[in-house]
């Protein structure tokens, strides 16, 4: 029991480590609900720890977790000092929890809205119950991701031997290594490997999606309780268990697939708001969660190649107005991602990568000819994967059926943005399997899953935006302005 | 007594057999561990039986006397609704809780006392990707910590090298094609083992990467560089699908670079 009040006392210091970031961040957004700022301070400390630590590792040789205490209290403190002696017009007002604070007035919408929280109060704690009675022991779990944390548990260090000499045995010893750095912590922090409550940060990670998709859903205009609904249902989503409980499981990956999820969702929706509203933090959150993604897992790349895909085609063909503008700003976005990402940029390259997964190198012309044989097998299995339901409840396939009624509002510039953005990245994961230098069989059984559910709650997202502009339930002069598409996103 | 007297009385029963299966499971998750061994089954058919139960709750509240009268939309529509609605209740009746209860009963399993040591053992003795726990937990003991250890054997050596650790861990295949395959192709030996890679892509085969041809006495020199370099003196052989011929043994360096 002490050990999980240890994880949870963590869990809070890194919260508020993040907030420091957080108010930096959102400087001059106004008041920022709690179901926003708390997710994004979580990561944002997080993001500092990892890049504090690599730091310390690359110039150091070692880093020690209480440096990342240090920088969390000099982060809170910048924070704190900007907010008192800062400009009082650009002060961040942290609101509470808009869930609580203005439910729908509606007796039915608010009836809606707290079944839909109580159920959502009653799967985290599942998820929660899940990380603490089993222990994180998936293949991937171990060999990849617990085995750097306990290398660096024991080392401080991601550039000893353990990650350099290419006889050791040592899976993917170049994957990214945010989410190990936060193990290591937890480890060193509760008296060393527990990999039981190390599935804690994971259950975490999912509360904090669960939040932020919730207070997303409410600032892009859908009212009542369909946000609550929508979060609902990414909370029931029967893939929860995949990674939150079973051995096999864990999306076939050590569960970081989630955290990826999460910064992917951050990091697009940030975009998203940003392309409509325009506003500093939109942008900073879109760039700095994508150099998150690329500090937790390989397809961190692919989520920065389609935001900036996604921001492109806003910038050329959203009919914004200033095109030059807006298309360095599209670019900016991305090298604000790298710049984030570049501690591990740095600290990577004195690491050997011992194993074919060397897509840059399939790009030939041999190859990509005889990739189109493989068509068939993909969409095969990708088809399998998305229509099955006690998997993925009816989102994809309801995706699927959206797509007639969406194509004339994506060529009326209606979510212009999401829907370039989601082309895009099915696009993307699909050339990758045309051209994987893996066994396709084996790939595609092994990648599928985790693939969908990087995806996953910005497809939520969409078919909420869908469902809200048609919402029966709502006021006409609202659903003129979901209808109309104002913005060019 | 009418049919919708008899009908409501039927509904009644329903909902004291629901009472009593939740009640069950309830008593279940308090009552019995590890579940992943024992309760599994027992879980099921609760959840099977309260799905049904509630399949028959439902269907009394459907208006079926007015189904006749429906326009053929309307009903194609209702029976759209009605699969859509027992798949949903599929899916939340038996993933979601009942992972619920079975994420309770674990936790209780931890909390009263089983460690996760004992888990451990249990998780992976029963499953055939992991090694043997009780094969692990004897080489710790034997092995210095300090110690290098050259692993010879089959399938999974990442996890071996994750519970070995801080003991060194080092992939030293012993036969020539292995090393060749091994080294400077990016190829760990696991990979030349694990049945999914030694597939060829069927649809591209240009997708494997060929290996160096080495010569052999550069082999042998590369061979005992590393093993001289590394200190190493214990061989682990592992052999996952004939676990008692699993070995660790102290070798001399010297005899081990020999061919």
Redesign the interface.
């Known amino acids: 029991m002490t050990g999980v009040v240890i994880v949870f006392l963590y869990l809070i210091a890194v919260s508020a480590a993040g907030m420091g970031v957080a108010l930096i961040v959102f400087r001059g957004a106004g008041r920022v609900a709690a179901e926003v700022w708390l997710p994004v301070s979580f990561a944002l400390g997080l993001g500092l720890q990892a890049m504090v630590l690599l730091s310390a590792m690359v110039a150091f040789g070692a880093g020690p977790v209480w440096l990342a205490g240090v920088a969390g209290l000099v982060a809170l403190g910048a924070g704190i000092a900007l907010q008192i002696k800062g400009d009082p017009a650009r002060r961040v007002d942290l609101g509470g929890f808009q869930m609580f604070a203005n439910p729908p007035a509606d007796g039915n919408q608010r009836a809606l809205h707290f079944a839909a929280f109580a159920l959502i109060a009653f799967f985290v704690v599942v998820v929660y119950l899940n990380a603490l009675s089993y222990p994180f022991t998936s293949y991937d779990g171990r060999a990849i991701w617990s085995y750097k944390a306990k290398v660096m548990l024991h080392e401080q260090s991601i550039l000893g031997e353990a990650f350099t000499d290419p006889y050791r045995i040592h899976y993917h010893r170049d994957y990214p290594v945010l989410v190990p750095i936060a193990m290591y912590a937890i480890y060193d922090l509760t008296g060393g490997v527990n990999e039981r409550l190390v599935r804690m940060l994971f259950s975490t990670f999912f509360l904090m999606q669960v939040l932020f998709l919730y207070g997303m859903l409410r600032r892009i205009g859908t009212g009542g309780a369909l946000a609550m609904v929508g979060a609902l249902f990414y909370c029931a989503t029967p893939f929860r268990d995949d990674w939150s409980e079973r051995d096999g499981g864990a999306l076939n990956s050590g569960a970081v697939d989630i955290p990826l999820s999460f910064f992917a969702m951050v990091s697009v929706l940030g975009f998203l708001l940003f392309w409509r509203e325009r506003q500093r933090w939109q942008y900073l959150l879109g760039g700095v969660f994508g150099g998150l993604a690329l500090m937790t897992k390989s397809e961190g790349v692919v989520i920065v190649a389609v935001a900036l895909a996604g921001n492109m085609a806003v910038a050329l063909f959203g009919r914004g107005g200033a095109i030059k503008r807006d298309v360095a700003l599209a670019i900016g976005g991305v090298l604000l991602s790298f710049a984030v990402a570049l501690p591990w940029q740095i600290a990577k390259s004195g690491i050997p990568n011992f194993y074919d997964e060397d897509y840059g190198a399939q790009f030939r012309p041999d190859i990509l000819l005889g990739a189109w044989q493989r068509l068939g097998v993909i969409l095969y299995t990708i088809g399998k994967e998305i229509v099955f339901i006690e998997k993925w409840n009816w989102y994809w396939v309801a995706l699927i059926a959206m797509v007639p009624a969406a194509i004339p509002a994506w060529l009326g510039r209606r979510e212009f943005f999401l829907d370039s953005l989601l082309l895009a990245w099915l696009s993307i994961y699909l050339f990758v399997y045309m051209v994987s230098p893996l066994n396709l069989v084996f790939h595609l059984n092994t990648s599928t899953s985790r693939l969908a559910s990087h995806l996953l709650p910005l497809v939520l997202v969409r078919l909420i935006l869908f469902w809200a502009a048609r919402n029966p339930f709502d006021t006409p002069a609202r659903l003129a302005v979901l209808r109309g598409g104002a913005a060019p996103c | 007594m009418s049919a919708e007297r008899a009908l409501g009385i039927a509904m009644r029963v329903v909902d004291v057999l629901i009472a009593v299966v939740f009640v069950s499971v309830v008593a279940n998750a308090a009552n019995t561990w590890p579940v992943y061994i024992v309760g599994d089954k027992l879980l099921a058919y609760h959840f099977k039986a309260l799905f049904w139960l509630l399949v028959v709750r439902s269907a009394s509240v459907v208006p079926w006397r007015r189904f006749p009268v429906l326009p053929p939309i309307r009903i194609a529509a209702v029976v759209v609704a009605g699969i859509?609605y027992l798949?949903?209740l599929?899916?939340?009746i038996?993933?979601?809780f009942y992972?619920?209860v079975?994420?309770?009963?674990?936790?209780r399993?931890?909390?009263k006392g089983a460690t996760?040591a004992e888990?451990?053992i249990d998780?992976?003795e029963h499953?055939k990707?992991?090694p043997r726990m009780s094969f692990v937990i004897k080489v710790q003991e034997l092995v210095p910590e300090d110690a290098a250890i050259a692993?010879i054997g089959d399938q999974?050596?990442?996890?071996?090298?994750?519970?070995l650790?801080?003991r060194?861990?080092?992939?030293?295949p012993e036969m020539q094609t292995t090393l060749n395959q091994s080294?400077q192709d990016?190829?760990?030996w696991s990979h030349l083992e694990d049945p999914?890679?030694k597939?060829?892509?069927p649809?591209?085969p240009?997708?494997r990467?060929t290996p160096p041809d080495l010569a052999p006495g550069r082999i042998q020199a590369e061979m005992r560089r590393?093993i001289a370099e590394?200190k190493i003196e214990w061989v682990l052989y592992y052999d996952s699908l004939y676990t008692d011929k699993s070995f660790i043994e102290r070798v001399d360096p010297a005899t081990l670079a020999t061919p």
């Open positions: 859509v798949l949903f599929h899916t939340l038996l993933t979601n992972s619920a079975v994420a309770v009963m674990h936790t399993a931890a909390f996760d888990i451990a998780i992976t499953n990707w992991y692993y999974r050596p990442h996890i071996m090298s994750y519970l650790y801080p060194r861990v080092y992939a030293l080294i990016n190829w760990t999914f890679h597939q060829e892509d649809q591209n240009r997708r990467p590393m590394r």
